[in-house]
């Protein structure tokens, strides 16, 4: 299927749960580059570059988080790929 880049949005309690260092993992597992953070509104934001096949399992993840998440919705959107090396929590 290819590459493909997608930006990610999670709303619901996604900070201070580990969602930002469990998203690099999840990405690290599946060969994804990018990288996540928090925003001030509260949510989680990331972008993820990989196969497309990978991008779709870390952003079936995104839907559920870490274990003491709660996901209420996310936003998926996609992005011209950026040709990105490694994946970072900002």
């Not at 997608?6 to 709303?11: E, L, N, Q």
């Not at 988080?65 to 490694?86: H, K, T, Y």
Request: charged share 30%.
């Amino acid at each position: 299927m290819g590459l493909v880049r997608k930006h990610v949005v999670a709303h619901g309690r996604v900070q201070g749960v580990w969602f930002r260092d469990s998203a690099r993992l999840q990405a690290g597992r599946h060969g994804l580059a990018g990288w996540v953070r928090n925003r001030p509104d509260g949510t989680v934001e990331a972008e993820l570059e990989g196969e497309a096949e990978e991008v779709e399992l870390v952003v079936a993840w995104f839907e559920r988080g870490p274990r003491d998440a709660r996901v209420d919705r996310v936003e998926v959107s996609e992005l011209p790929l950026a040709g990105e090396q490694g994946f970072a929590v900002l």
